[in-house]
Nanobody, 121 residues
Framework: QVQLVESGGGLVQPGGSLRLSCAAS????????MFWYRQAPGKQRELVAG???????NLADYVKGRFTISRDNAKNAVYLQMNSLSAEDTAVYYC???????????????WGQGTQVTVSS
């Protein structure tokens, strides 16, 4: 069984920064892609950033220059550094990872429980 646990959310003032963390645990053979999504009230979940096992990264246009995604393969973790936050970034942020639990086994998509980020003065 695999679990993803996010942390680091909270309340921050406009212009401030937060760093989200997500750690995968359980029976893990390999993790390929890892992502951060977010969902604001009344809106659909949207992709924020992604990273491959080799470290290639992609960011949504609306966060480029402000957010950075990184990962630590040794810790099965992915991070999202968020700077210059605005009210539009308020949302629940979810971690997603594509994980295989066996050497030649299938890969499944796992989700964390989400962490709330609120940007307000």
């Amino acid at each position: 069984q695999v679990q993803l646990v996010e942390s680091g959310g909270g309340l921050v003032q406009p212009g401030g920064s937060l760093r989200l963390s997500c750690a995968a645990s359980g029976t893990i053979f390999s993790i390929t892609a890892m992502f951060w999504y977010r969902q604001a009230p009344g809106k659909q979940r949207e992709l924020v950033a992604g990273t491959s096992s080799s470290g290639n990264t992609n960011l949504a246009d609306y966060v480029k220059g402000r957010f950075t995604i990184s990962r630590d393969n040794a810790k099965n973790a992915v991070y999202l550094q968020m700077n210059s936050l605005s009210a539009e970034d308020t949302a629940v942020y979810y971690c997603n990872a594509h994980i295989s639990s066996e050497r030649y086994g299938p890969q499944f998509s796992y989700w964390g429980q989400g962490t709330q980020v609120t940007v307000s003065s």
